[in-house]
């Protein structure tokens, strides 16, 4: 079962812009660290932005720092993340992933995979030149 669920991915020009989408059917996200990651075939997945349960911390890779911004609504059980000034290095598969959390302050590297207990199917993002 599908713990969660991305959408907004599409293709779109160089320097365009999306909003990405990640819900839960089943868990409360309220209570967990979320994570867009991105992948592109025959690569590792990638960390990009990370959100604490409460929406207070927010991190973000160097890649995206600037361009990308996360956000979430606890009460619509929705994190989401707008991508500006796309590139056609942003293009990728993109994951968001959940991570129990009892603080709120991300304690360790939240680029670390493993940690991680629920992940979605993943949204393309595709960015032509």
Known sequence: QTQLVESGGGSVQDGGSLRLYCTAPVIRLANH???WFRQTPGNEREAVAGISPTGLYQYYS???KDRFTIAR?????TIWMQINSLKPEDTAMYYCAAKLSTLDKFRGDWTELPGYAYWGQGTQVTVSS
Not at 73 to 77: D, E, I, K, V
């Open 73 to 77: 609504r606890n009460s619509n059980n």
């Open 33 to 35: 660290f979320v994570t």
């Open 62 to 64: 160097d890649s995206v």
